[in-house]
């Protein structure tokens, strides 16, 4: 995203690269770890072309921009413990961060913090565990991204 521009930058609320965890915080703005001139700029707008010239359309190039911005953004979600509730959760430490994920992810920012900060227990009924009591029971949780949701305000292409 370092070739967005100031505008594209301020819609998807991006600061400096070094401030991503799934970065990696990385070395200077210019140059990589390894003392390689960083051509991040060249390769994002090569990506934008890539995505018209299979067909994107400029909608569709901002709604992928947006979903890499929120990733981006969920990397730096902060938990803490709340040692006074009686539940088996996290609280989120910046939920300034949180209502950034949800706006771009087009959820609310209470179903995405109950999604990320409670963890769901499954049991398995007697009639269940009899049946297969060797097969693990596993609890899928998925939020359901409708293209509706994605209504970008700024045109990325």
């Known amino acids: 995203m370092a070739g967005a521009s100031a505008e594209e930058r301020q819609h998807l609320h991006l600061a400096d690269k070094t401030q991503y965890r799934y970065l990696g915080h990385c ?3 210019g140059t990589r770890a390894n003392g390689v001139r960083d051509d991040d700029a060249n ?9 018209k010239s299979v067909g994107l359309s400029k ?9 890499v911005a929120a990733i ?4 730096n979600i902060k938990f803490t413990i709340d040692r006074s509730r009686d539940v088996d959760a996290a609280v989120i430490q910046n939920v300034d961060v949180l209502s950034i994920v949800a706006k ?10 109950t999604m990320l900060a409670y963890k769901t227990k499954l049991v398995k009924s007697y ?3 009899v049946q297969s009591s060797s097969a693990p029971m596993v609890l899928l949780t998925t939020v359901m991204i409708s293209p ?7 045109s990325l292409g």
């Open 104 to 113: 771009f992810l087009g959820v609310q920012p209470s179903a995405l913090e």
């Open 72 to 75: 981006l953004h969920l990397g």
């Open 59 to 67: 909608r569709h190039v901002t709604q992928t921009c947006q979903l």
């Open 43 to 51: 390769r994002f707008e090569q990506l934008k072309m890539a995505l």
């Open 127 to 129: 009639h269940s565990f």
């Open 27 to 29: 070395a200077g703005a």
């Open 148 to 154: 509706r949701h994605f209504t970008p305000s700024l």
